[in-house]
């Protein structure tokens, strides 16, 4: 799948991936809105509404109300590829959720997923 076309898909479309994710690893949808919350500073009601609208993820991410500076600390491995080495910034931005999502799955604490 090319670069565009990921970037031109609705982000409600892989969201419900990032929630199976989680609840196949008894973690929860709640977490997973916290995770995305705190990555990129849409409140609830927010997040909500963009998956309603069906946004692309390119928009999603270019109308995040604040991405959160902590980010650049997302460090490790996603599909093969670390996650601090991805040049294209809105590659970047959809890697660091992926590994963020990846360290829910594993069971990992959420103040550490967080950054805290």
Excluded at 5 to 22: G, H, L, N, T, W
Excluded at 38 to 63: H, S
Aim: proline share 3%.
């Amino acid at each position: 799948m090319t670069k565009h076309r990921i970037y031109s898909m609705a982000f409600a479309s892989v969201y419900p991936a990032y929630v199976a994710k989680a609840e196949k690893k008894d973690r929860t949808k709640a977490e997973v809105d916290e995770i995305i919350r705190w990555l990129t500073g849409y409140t609830q009601k927010g997040l909500e509404a963009e998956i309603k609208k069906k946004t692309d993820i390119e928009t999603f991410f270019a109308k995040a109300p604040k991405l959160n500076p902590m980010r650049d600390l997302i460090k490790g491995v996603v599909c093969g590829v670390r996650v601090e080495e991805v040049e294209e910034p809105l590659m970047r931005e959809i890697r660091y959720l992926d590994k963020l999502i990846d360290e829910l799955a594993k069971g990992k604490a959420m103040e550490k997923i967080l950054r805290q």
